[in-house]
């Protein structure tokens, strides 16, 4: 009796060391079981369809992170001035740009008599104290102190500093500058379309993350002058449209939802990922790292 | 006296509190620096051309992690069962991948008279000790215990365990597999073209890293049926040829080097992409990722 109680509690604990730690849900399971207060859907104001091609690409802006520059974004995009520019960059494993390479801005603003900020300063960060229902990723990182997600988007965070910023994860949309912090105001746009080059985070300022299409902007043809320009402007992709959802006819707009981040569902999603149950994982990683933690996007019909 | 040195200490103190740590030189600076010995030739067997258009895709096989995976693959290559098969797979933020459809293995061996493994055990490590010049990157990792380059490829490592693996970073080339470890051969393969999905470190066989042409893979049309596969037949993309390096004729060889990383110049590379000097950063991140940390290649003309 003794000595089987021993051989049991021997296999058991051999068992506990030979087998990692695994949830109880595969991340389509934790998924599976979202209702539809685990979904939130993105404000009309928020939501930009970006048109260079037949089907859009659509990104959501983020006041709460840089509310100058969404400002200013929601004033270029309602005066359709990005419409007479083009994508003139695509660097493999970067980002894509788009920009005013014939200086249109000039006389633009003054011509339709619009009243744009030409400098803002960037806004790289904000108090930490500000970003109610931050939700923890409690995963290392290389960057950042801490990390999390806020309202879908990737966030680092230093406790310490009070401070918290975008972190340039796939898919995230920028505002370029030149060398002065003040240097871009939106009038010209770079999205992350490979790994996350990070060491950008603090640095420049995002205002937002496409959620539909980014297959369209990651498989533009590449640019082979220095940092992926186009070096014929032939290959310049003029953009075409760009509205806001509210502006888009009701039978075109496509009805997306994003995975809440400050629910408990969504801690499930993150253990689901860390901790994979799959039997195709011979050692799940138990850590996620923040940028491969995209936040689940759906269309609803 | 006093007053002015005490003057000058609180400023020097001030302005080092100030001043984020950079390094002396940027990364191109760093990098041209470089002698003809930091560089290094791949040897033709392990340098395959990959055709699926004009220009190559060219990747380096790494037999110091994959031995008989890598044999495998070369007798595969030499057979050119690779050039009857097709692109099937292209998952944005993902990877790539290349298959057998309609299932000619199943007789092609026979047929040709090759003896090819069909079952091979994965190998997803090494003992740590095997590999002799790991440059060791002083960095945070969220999902190996240690980090480094091992010959220009990115490496995690744990000394407690005496193991070293490849890391699922941008371009890395890997033996897909279905749910038993020994069920990849070589016979198809996946390339990385996202932000780097690392949590597969471990679980499946990396054999090398595309060196060159990674736009033509990043850029290929993605598939619309789950994980990326093409729905439709048509939409498969056909191997053309596959070569080792010393079957191209010279005239279109493309004369690729790697920058060695077992030397003092690329520790100066690292430091310079920590610590950036360029005064666009603001705030140099003083880390940088592996995965953000990719080897320089040149062409030689």
């Known amino acids: 009796m003794f000595i089987q109680i021993l051989v049991i509690l021997i296999l058991s604990g051999c068992t506990t060391l030979d087998q990692p730690k695994r949830f109880s849900m595969s991340p389509s399971e934790a998924l599976s079981k979202a209702t539809k207060d685990d979904w939130r859907q993105p404000a009309n104001r928020n939501l930009v369809y970006f048109y260079f091609d037949k089907d859009p690409v659509i990104f959501e802006l983020a006041p709460d992170f840089a509310p100058k520059h969404v400002t200013n974004i929601r004033k270029i995009i309602d005066s359709r001035f990005w419409e007479n520019l083009y994508i003139v960059r695509a660097q493999d494993n970067y980002v894509v740009q788009w920009d005013d390479p014939n200086d249109l801005a000039k006389h633009y603003w003054d011509k ?55 972190t340039h994860c796939y898919g995230m949309v920028g505002v370029s500058r030149s060398s002065e912090r003040d240097s871009g105001n939106g009038e010209s746009i770079y999205v992350v379309i490979g790994h996350s080059p990070r060491h950008l985070d603090r640095n420049i300022t995002l205002v937002g993350k496409v959620l539909y299409g980014m297959d369209k902007l990651s498989t533009i043809k590449r ?19 760009v509205r806001f959802a509210n502006e888009i006819p009701k039978k075109q707009r496509i009805n997306l939802q994003v995975l809440r981040t400050d629910t408990p569902l969504f ?25 491969n933690m995209d936040v689940p996007v759906r269309v609803v019909k």
């Open 223 to 241: 640019g082979t002058k220095a940092l992926g320009f186009y070096s014929n402007k032939k290959d310049y992709i003029p953009i075409k449209e």
């Open 267 to 291: 801690k499930d999603y993150i253990e689901a990922r860390k901790n994979r149950k799959e039997s195709w994982f011979f050692r799940p990683a138990g850590q996620v790292e923040l940028c």
């Open 112 to 166: 339709k008599k619009i009243k744009i900020a030409k400098k803002i300063d960037g806004e790289f960060e904000v108090p930490l104290e500000k970003l109610k229902n931050l939700e923890t990723l409690s995963s290392n990182d290389v960057y950042a102190p801490s990390v999390g997600f806020f309202n879908g988007l990737p966030v680092g965070f230093s406790k310490h500093e009070n401070r918290a910023w975008l």
